[in-house]
């Protein structure tokens, strides 16, 4: 599967920014006016599922998608938002 194309990859990354905050995944470091320093980085591994949805992405900075590079999901997976008994959530992590 080929990469998207540069407007292709800002208006994920705005989708993205939309649903868990303009915000590493990862280390919760912010980005900044126009996601300066944001990548996409693959949730799931694109040698498992090669696919550019946006069900499959989240925002990382560099350095954790650097670090994190093709390693099974479930090290990294984390959910998004805190949940109580009945999935009522607590806070967002954005
Ligand atoms: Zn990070």
């Not at 470091?29 to 040698?47: A, C, I, K, M, N």
């Not at 990382?60 to 670090?67: D, K, Q, S, V, W």
């Amino acid at each position: 599967m080929s990469t998207p194309s540069s407007a292709r990859r800002r208006a994920l990354k705005a989708a993205l920014a939309e649903r868990d905050g303009s915000a590493c995944f990862y280390c919760a470091t912010q980005f900044g006016p126009g996601l300066d320093g944001s990548t996409l980085d693959h949730l799931v591994p694109r040698s498992r599922w090669s696919t550019w949805a946006v069900e499959a992405l989240v925002l990382a900075c560099e350095p954790c998608n650097r670090a994190k590079d093709d390693s099974a999901p479930a090290l990294w997976l984390r959910p998004a938002v805190r949940f109580a008994p009945g999935l009522v959530p607590l806070e967002s992590a954005g």
